[in-house]
């Protein structure tokens, strides 16, 4: 098995993208924005939606499971 650490900045960076899956939020959001790829660390994710951001933050679910549960914790305003 090769040694991630020790393979290009390609493959190391892919190792560090997992797939979420973001629940709750407008019933209007589309299926194609609740599921996406970003990087490993991402606890909180912002969505621009219809003048606004929906916010996700990750569950408590163990990290290993994929896909990763986000889920709606509010909404906001974009400053105009």
């Known amino acids: ?3 991630v650490s020790q393979a290009d900045p390609v ?5 560090g993208v997992i ?4 629940e709750g939020g407008p019933a209007g959001l ?3 924005l609740r599921s ?4 490993r ?3 909180k994710i912002k969505i ?6 929906e916010h996700f933050e990750r569950g408590t679910a163990a990290a ?17």
């Open 64 to 80: 290993t499971v994929e896909p990763v549960v986000f889920r709606w914790t509010g909404r906001t305003r974009i400053a105009e």
């Open 48 to 53: 621009v939606y219809y003048g606004g951001y």
């Open 30 to 32: 589309p299926a194609d």
């Open 36 to 39: 996406r790829r970003v990087s």
């Open 1 to 3: 098995m090769k040694d």
């Open 19 to 22: 797939d979420v899956v973001l």
């Open 11 to 15: 493959a190391r960076d892919a190792a």
């Open 41 to 43: 660390a991402e606890k």
